[in-house]
């Protein structure tokens, strides 16, 4: 039932065609920033640093478009997806799911120059699989930022918007300080992304323990509140 769910808000989404947004905003972005590829004697470190400027840059992207797929439904038509589920918790699922496959999607789409940048560079193959990977738990703690912002939470567009934009702020800030283990570790993946390849390596494993708790903690607090309000 929830992928069930799932593909009918993805179909909705893409019929609507509010996917165009944010594939519009990743073309200028490919077209723009990332065809300009790394030389110099650096060129290898530039090109994995290029994996962490992906995932930070496309943070915000993720988020505002698990907000829009969330937002497509109508709210009549999320009641009845609501009464047709076998269980109270289905729909809430099938919206993350859908959202998330989503935008794993655009992932895909904007790491392909990157990729082929590091390759040509002659990256370590280990540095370019974990910059691919990295966009996987990113992309899930975007998805998250963006559904407490849906419709189903906040009904104001334009408060929704300004709380996607304080969310993403507040995220960022609190990486800067004392704080930083309460946000996503958008610093420090930029930090070791820059560092060189063994860095990057080496602290992925701490990153991706550090994105999985504070997604978990997000996601199992979306879960709880979006029960009660059903």
């Not at 390596?201 to 199992?220: E, K, M, N």
Request: glycine share 10%; proline share 6%; charged share 10%.
């Amino acid at each position: 039932m929830v992928i069930a769910l799932a593909r009918f808000q993805v179909e909705g989404y893409v019929r609507s065609l509010r996917v165009l947004h944010p594939m519009i905003v990743v073309a200028l972005v490919m077209v723009l920033v990332l065809f300009q590829g790394p030389g110099g004697p650096e060129r290898v470190k530039l090109s994995v640093g290029t994996f962490g400027d992906v995932a930070a840059f496309m943070f915000p992207i993720w988020a505002w478009t698990a907000r829009a797929l969330l937002d497509t439904q109508p709210d009549e038509q999320r009641a009845l997806s609501a009464t047709a589920a076998r269980h109270r918790w289905t729909p809430t699922w099938a919206g993350l799911v859908a959202a998330y496959a989503v935008n794993l999607c655009l992932g895909v789409i904007v790491l392909a120059i990157p990729l082929f940048q590091g390759l040509e560079a002659g990256a370590p193959g280990r540095a370019i699989l974990v910059g691919c990977a990295l966009s996987v738990p990113v992309a899930l703690a975007g998805t998250l930022l963006g559904a407490w912002t849906s419709r189903a939470f906040i009904p104001d567009p334009g408060v929704s918007l300004l709380a996607l934009l304080g969310g993403v702020t507040v995220v960022l800030l609190l990486g800067l300080g004392r704080l930083s283990f309460l946000s996503v570790p958008m610093i420090e993946w930029l930090r070791v992304a820059h560092d060189g390849p063994d860095r990057f390596v080496s602290d992925f494993p701490g990153l991706v323990l550090h994105l999985a708790l504070w997604s978990a903690v997000v996601g199992a607090a979306y879960v709880f509140v979006a029960r009660l309000r059903h």
